[in-house]
């Protein structure tokens, strides 16, 4: 019998966790150094009690950066066979969490299944499932239904929810009075959104919030504030929509500490690249420094099949500044569902903006890889190079397609490869070019 409800409740009563102790381990923490950071709320360790094969991974700006992949079947593209490949190939790839975005079919199986199998954390947005569970129209769903879905998913193991708690009837009004130029762009949201509209109450994430507090608690799920008013493009980046939904997940974070429940908070969005570090501050500043999760940020609009690229230059600023998990971005964005190939992509991308980022902030070793790359390329050992790159399989690739004349170098500068005649020069050689 657990003598803790979450790891912030064990936290707090000074219990090393099974989690915590593994968690300290990866980050080179020692237990009692990350103790403190659990317990206020500065770092989560997302871990249903009812996730048996999880890898637990701590999610905090101290810490390495995070990624997530949202993978999940959609109408059009419903094969959950494919999804499954997909999932084992991010966590493959490095991916720490998967949130699982489905909104067809039986969706119960696959998240199980996930749950059984996958030990990266897994995330959810209930509001999604609610619609296909019950298999009734939005209007037709009550305050109840959304609730019990929340139970649902936390009884069956997940061990973040995304939900859009901080949006209120006030936002009705705001949506309509600032005119925003894409309105709300959170899938989540939207539908919070117009089952607001279309039923004339109050956001049952907010209203019963305690409740949700209360279920959060029992499994340890954490709670991933959902930001429904995140600008979807520059020009809606750090409004009074943003900033004031922002204002209450701090209140709501607040609450849910009381509770001793865990809680990370959603970011932007699309944003200019000179904004982002001043969000990441203001965030932390009015959410306590709970760790902030954000969904890009993509720092320009008209780059559709390049959104990977858009959103790891936002994502790498965000972190550098405080971002503690970046959501991948893949060039499928706001194009399609993604396929492998765009999973895979937008993979790399995101490992590319959270290692960036995490040399920056000065994460502990994050560097030394970097050298030993460095130290591999000053020699051209190509061996060495690949066991240092962040996808061996596409460098090694790219190098085998355009074979060097001499194997010392590669085909872009032959000969007059600047490595080569420094190592031959400094070794008192002759240097022959021609
Ligand atoms: S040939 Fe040019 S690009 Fe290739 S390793 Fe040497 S210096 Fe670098």
């Not at 998967?98 to 199998?117: Q, V, W």
């Not at 959060?216 to 991933?224: F, K, L, N, Q």
């Not at 609009?301 to 503690?324: L, R």
């Amino acid at each position: 019998m657990r003598e803790y409800a979450t790891q912030m409740e064990a936290a707090r009563k000074g219990i090393i966790t099974e989690e915590l102790r593994n968690v300290a381990k990866k980050e080179l923490m020692t237990p009692q150094e990350l103790l403190p950071f659990v317990a206020s709320g500065k770092v989560v360790i997302c871990a249903n009690k009812n996730h048996k094969c999880l890898d637990p991974q701590g999610v905090g700006s101290m810490l390495k950066t995070k990624i997530n992949v949202n993978l999940g079947v959609s109408r059009d593209c419903k094969d959950y066979d494919t999804e499954m490949k997909k999932v084992m190939e991010a966590v493959h790839m490095g991916a720490h969490a998967i949130m699982d975005l489905s909104s067809h079919g039986d969706t119960i199986p696959f998240r199980c299944k996930l749950i059984a199998e996958c030990p990266a954390m897994i995330g959810t947005v209930p509001v999604y499932d609610s619609i296909i569970h019950y298999q009734r129209d939005l209007s037709d769903l009550s305050a109840r239904d959304f609730i019990d879905v929340v139970r649902l998913h936390a009884e069956n193991g997940v061990d973040f929810v995304t939900l859009h708690c901080g949006i209120t009837r006030k936002t009705i009004e705001q949506i309509k009075l600032h005119k925003r130029k894409m309105n709300i762009v959170s899938r989540g949201g939207s539908l919070v959104f117009a089952w607001m509209c279309m039923t004339g109450e109050e956001n049952p994430f907010y209203e019963y919030y305690d409740e949700i507090l209360d279920i959060c608690r029992e499994y340890d799920v954490t709670i991933s504030l959902g930001d429904a008013c995140r600008p979807g493009c520059l020009a809606d980046a750090s409004d009074v929509c943003q900033i004031e939904e922002l204002v209450r997940l701090g209140e709501l974070t607040k609450r849910a500490w009381e509770k001793d429940v865990q809680v990370m908070v959603e970011g932007p969005g699309h944003m200019p690249m000179d904004q982002i570090a001043a969000n990441m501050k203001l965030q932390q500043t009015i959410c306590n420094g709970a760790p902030f999760y954000v969904l890009g940020p993509l720092v320009t609009d008209i780059a559709p099949g390049y959104d990977h690229i858009t959103s790891a230059i936002g994502g790498a600023i965000a972190a550098s500044a405080g971002a503690a998990f970046l959501c991948y971005v893949t060039p499928a964005e706001h194009l399609a569902l993604p396929n492998l190939d765009d999973v895979k992509q937008g993979i790399i991308a995101s490992k590319i903006a959270a290692h960036a980022a995490d040399i920056a902030k000065g994460v502990r070793d994050a560097r030394k890889i970097d050298d030993k790359m460095a130290d591999a390329r000053r020699v051209l050992d190509w061996e060495a190079q690949w066991e240092c790159a962040i996808d061996p399989e596409t460098a090694k690739a790219i190098r085998a397609d355009r074979k060097p004349e001499h194997e010392d170098t590669c085909s872009m500068c032959g000969k007059f490869c600047a490595v080569r005649s420094m190592n031959k020069a400094l070794a008192g050689e002759h240097i022959d070019i021609l």
